[in-house]
C-alpha cells in the first residue's frame, strides 16, 4: 500500500467512524431521504440535523480528495481510452476520436494540477488556528513547486490553446489530412496512400499510448510525495485523524 492508498484508507475509516452513529440515530429519517434523492421524489432529501465542526472539517477533507480521485481516474480512464477504438461503423473518424482523447488528457492533467493546489491551500486555511499551523505551511510549501514541475510540461502546452482553439499536434494535423485523403477519390495518384495512413496512425497512437502511460507512472510518484505530506498532516500512526485545535472537542 503507498501513500496514496494508505490516506485514502485512513480516510474513509474516519468517514465511516463518524456517519455509522449518526446513520444508526437517524437511520428512519436517513432512509427517507435517501429514496426521496434516488427518485427523485417530493419531500425532504437530508435530514433535519445540524452537522458539527467535525463533521464539517471532514466534509472539506472528503470532497477535495474526491475532486482529486475524479481527475486521477479520468487520467487513467484515457490510457485505455486510447488503445481502442470502438466506433468503426458508426462513421467516427479515428483521427478525431485520438485527437478528443488527447486533448481531453491534457484538459484533466490541467484540472488535477489546480485541484492538488487548492487542496494543499484548503488543508492550511483548515488549520489556520492550530498550534502546528506554521510547521503545516513549512511542510506544504515545496508541494507546489514539485506540483508545477511535474505537471508544467503538459500543462502548458494545453494553456496556450484551450483559450483559442483545441489542442494541436502536427502528427495529428499530418494525420487528419491522410484521413481526408483515403476517404475521398483524392488517392488515385498514390496507390498506397490507404496503407501509409494506417501504418502511420497505428505509430503515433503508439506513441501517444506511451506519453500517457509515463505520465501516469509520474503521476502516481508525485502522488506518494503529495499524500505522504498529507499523512505527516493529517493523521496519527494509526491511522486516526488529528482534527485542528478548536473542532477536537466539539
Not at 481516474?73 to 478528443?100: E, M, N, T
Not at 488543508?123 to 511542510?139: A, C, F
Request: glycine fraction near 6%; hydrophobic fraction near 35%.
Amino acid at each position: 500500500m503507498d501513500e496514496f492508498d494508505k490516506f485514502q484508507s485512513y480516510l474513509l475509516g474516519e468517514v465511516r467512524a463518524t456517519i455509522l452513529p449518526i446513520a444508526e440515530q437517524h437511520k428512519e429519517e436517513l432512509g427517507e431521504t435517501i429514496w426521496n434523492d434516488l427518485l427523485d421524489l417530493k419531500g425532504k432529501k437530508v435530514i433535519d440535523r445540524k452537522l458539527s465542526k467535525k463533521e464539517i472539517f471532514l466534509r472539506e477533507l472528503v470532497h477535495g480528495y474526491v475532486e482529486i480521485c475524479d481527475s486521477y481516474k479520468s487520467l487513467k480512464d484515457i490510457q485505455i481510452y486510447i488503445g481502442r477504438f470502438p466506433y468503426r461503423k458508426a462513421g467516427i473518424s479515428r483521427v478525431g476520436y485520438l485527437h478528443y482523447h488527447i486533448a481531453n488528457y491534457m484538459n484533466e492533467v490541467y484540472i488535477l494540477g489546480g485541484r492538488l493546489k487548492d487542496y494543499m491551500k484548503k488543508i492550511g486555511k483548515l488549520y489556520r488556528r492550530d498550534i502546528r499551523h506554521q510547521k503545516i505551511l513549512k511542510l506544504t510549501k515545496p508541494i507546489f513547486k514539485l506540483v508545477y514541475n511535474t505537471l508544467s510540461g503538459i500543462t502548458k502546452t494545453r494553456g496556450a490553446h484551450v483559450h483559442e482553439s483545441r489542442y494541436k499536434d502536427e502528427d495529428l494535423k499530418r494525420l487528419n489530412l491522410l484521413e481526408l485523403l483515403t476517404q475521398n477519390d483524392g488517392v488515385d495518384f498514390i496507390e498506397q496512400l490507404p496503407d501509409y495512413y494506417n501504418l502511420e496512425y497505428k505509430k503515433i497512437r503508439r506513441k501517444w499510448k506511451k506519453i500517457i502511460k509515463q505520465n501516469n507512472e509520474e503521476l502516481r510518484k508525485l502522488f506518494s510525495i503529495y499524500f505522504d505530506v498529507l499523512l505527516m498532516i493529517l493523521f496519527n500512526n494509526d491511522g486516526t485523524l488529528i482534527y485542528p485545535q478548536g473542532i477536537s472537542h466539539s
